[in-house]
């Protein structure tokens, strides 16, 4: 049989079964944008010419890693929000105010570059102008799910005090709401299927109930997920308490919007007793633990969600207070912090925080019959890593394999030399063919000075930390 292209002579990580399906000296078939077949290297030079054979020794082959949460708008303000109190007013809101859509799209482009060249090949991007930020994505080629905020919050909300309720406008939701609308009319399904939209409240304490069933009932009328921040933090939390008398997750079961569409994000002030009640209404958990890490100091509880039967995934969230957007970093994080919160160097081992990563985080997003894991029938999204790279050396493959633990607590990303979505080369030899990698850091650079002009006044007023850090000569 004639195919476009066989990886061969590989480690192929199939994370099919219950572990990570590793493959020795394996291959990989593919035709147009599917896998034809994953097997033994003889085998499959056995039953298939290709017009490309791809040689692997030396390297590893696994499916694209997936980012089930992240925020490429944001990413324009990197590195400005953490060793801080009150990160979102202290070190987002001043610089919000301060940007426009065109600035944060130039920042969105280079996310998408960073997180491409360390892997990632799924995204779940949610953000207030993704009716712009969803064409990066056309034209990288990657695969994304993305979801439009909506929210009922005016311009001016950085303005309010620590702690003041939120004033809802609803003219504002309506607004928001239907530019959701048209993304999903617009865009899903589109590239080849490789776009498709969800629904995208931020979060109980930003909308209204009448908002919340409007949202839920076109969840169901498209038959699509929710995205949405849960229990995020004590913001939130106390945002609730003064509104309605009760916290989030009550009162989202009490709407009915704990069940399999929902793909609830943090969980960081939920309890062991509100995790399980997610867990058990079908709900899927999106884990970002470097930035929930970073930004509150705290370990969401994903152990929790896991223990009581949910589906979780990895996400890496915001630039501004995680600092990157790589989903090596992400494994990483999730063992060691559950490690440290557990008190056991058993808990969360290395093929768990992988799966969530892949496998398990296609299950999460609703995208587990098209990528996830190397099979017959789904999507070529691949990614090639050099096991040549001081990071991941040596190997060892008797009697035990070092490579996983290795994957998870030693790469840094730059070990991915080869990316392919859907069947199509996206970056070969760590050089990206579909977008001008330095081009787009000089306009996001341009875009940063210009918002950093206009938000100095702003900046001083908030109480920046690091601003705080500046004037007293740390920084």
């Not at 493959?23 to 097997?39: M, P, R, T």
């Not at 989202?252 to 569409?261: A, F, I, K, N, T």
């Not at 999204?381 to 096991?387: A, F």
């Amino acid at each position: 049989m004639k195919v476009d292209m066989i990886i061969a002579h590989a480690f192929v990580l199939t994370m099919e079964g219950k572990g990570v399906g590793m493959v020795e000296n394996g291959a990989i078939a593919i035709k147009g944008d599917a896998i034809v077949a994953v097997g033994a290297t003889d085998e499959i030079m056995a039953n298939y010419q290709a017009e490309r054979v791809m040689e692997a020794r030396g390297k590893l082959v696994m499916p694209g890693l997936i980012d089930a949460h992240i925020h490429t708008g944001l990413s324009i303000f990197r590195g400005m929000a953490q060793d801080m109190s009150h990160w979102m007013q202290k070190g987002m809101w001043p610089l919000m105010k301060n940007a426009t859509e065109d600035e944060t799209l130039k920042g969105s482009l280079v996310t998408i570059i960073e997180a491409i060249k360390a892997g990632t090949t799924t995204f779940c991007d949610f953000d207030h102008g993704m009716n712009r930020i969803v064409q990066h994505y056309a034209t990288v080629g990657a695969r994304a799910r993305v979801a439009q905020t909506v929210n009922e919050l005016p311009d001016d909300i950085g303005n309010l005090s620590i702690g003041e309720l939120y004033p809802l406008d609803a003219t504002i939701g309506n607004a928001k709401l239907d530019a959701s609308i048209r993304l999903f009319e617009e865009w899903h399904g589109q590239e080849n299927g490789r776009i498709t939209c969800l629904f995208g409240p931020q979060g109980a304490d930003m909308l209204s109930t009448e908002l919340l069933l409007e949202v839920k009932a076109l969840a169901l009328k498209y038959d699509t997920r929710i995205h949405m921040h849960v229990a995020q933090g004590d913001r939130e939390i106390n945002q609730m308490v003064q509104r309605y008398g009760k916290r989030s997750i009550p009162y989202l079961d009490e709407l009915g919007y704990l069940d399999s569409r929902l793909m609830a994000v943090h969980l960081t002030e939920a309890s062991k007793e509100e995790t399980q009640l997610v867990a058990k209404r079908g709900a899927s958990m999106i884990y970002c633990a470097g930035s929930i890490g970073i930004i509150d100091g705290l370990v969401p509880p994903i152990m929790d969600f896991l223990e009581a039967g949910g589906q979780a995934a990895l996400g890496s969230d915001q630039a501004p207070g995680n600092n990157c957007n790589n989903m090596f970093n992400e494994m990483k994080f999730a063992a060691i912090l559950n490690k440290v919160k557990r008190s056991d160097p058993k808990v969360f081992p290395a093929w768990l925080s992988l799966r969530l990563a892949t496998i398990e985080s296609a299950k999460a997003i609703g995208l587990e019959h098209e990528i996830g894991s190397l099979k017959k029938g789904k999507k070529a999204d691949i990614i090639i890593l050099n096991l040549e790279e001081p990071s991941l050396c040596p190997i060892y493959t008797d009697p035990i394999r070092n490579i996983v633990p290795n994957l998870v607590y030693s790469a840094r990303g730059n070990e991915v030399e080869t990316v392919l979505i859907d069947g199509q080369i996206i970056m070969e030899n760590r050089k990206l063919i579909t977008v001008d990698e330095k081009e787009a850091i000089r306009q996001a650079q341009a875009a940063a000075n210009q918002i950093s002009r206009r938000s100095q006044a702003d900046i001083a007023a908030a109480e920046s930390d690091v601003y705080k850090m500046m004037e007293e000569g740390y920084l």
